[in-house]
């Protein structure tokens, strides 16, 4: 059974660059996209983006320009790049997986990693 699990700072000051990892544990198949996702306070969902695997990226597109998504298959992570935060920023952030086909929802999450954006 995989687990996911993210990490990285949980304070992050306004104009910096936000990274987060996620952390495969378990097998990894070549059927699934590695999403990553957040819940700010008081609010729903939010995807970010997804890598595929073969390692093609996709993104929301009202967050693409200050998005990156990449892995390192080597240690079976990957990784998420946010620039120039804002408070608007903070939130929950989740990695998850979601089976390479049509319909299919997400089937593995992280628990989630708390995101503050302060000076």
């Known amino acids: 059974q995989v687990q996911l699990q993210e990490s990285g700072p949980g304070l992050v000051k306004p104009s910096q660059m936000l990274s987060l990892t996620c952390t495969v544990f378990?097998?990894?198949?070549?059927?699934?996209?590695w999403s990553w996702i957040r819940q700010p306070p008081g609010k729903g969902l939010e995807w970010l983006g997804v890598?595929?695997?073969?390692?093609?990226?996709y993104y929301n597109p009202s967050l693409k320009s200050r998005t990156s998504i990449s892995r390192d298959t080597s240690k079976n992570q990957f990784s998420l790049h946010l620039s120039s935060v804002t408070p608007d920023d903070t939130a929950v952030y989740y990695c998850?997986?979601?089976?390479?086909?049509?319909?299919?929802?997400?089937?593995?999450w992280g628990q989630g990693t708390q995101v503050t954006v302060s000076s």
């Open positions: 378990g097998d990894i198949s070549t059927n699934y996209a």
């Open positions: 890598i595929a695997y073969d390692g093609s990226t």
């Open positions: 998850a997986r979601k089976p390479l086909i049509a319909g299919s929802k997400y089937d593995t």
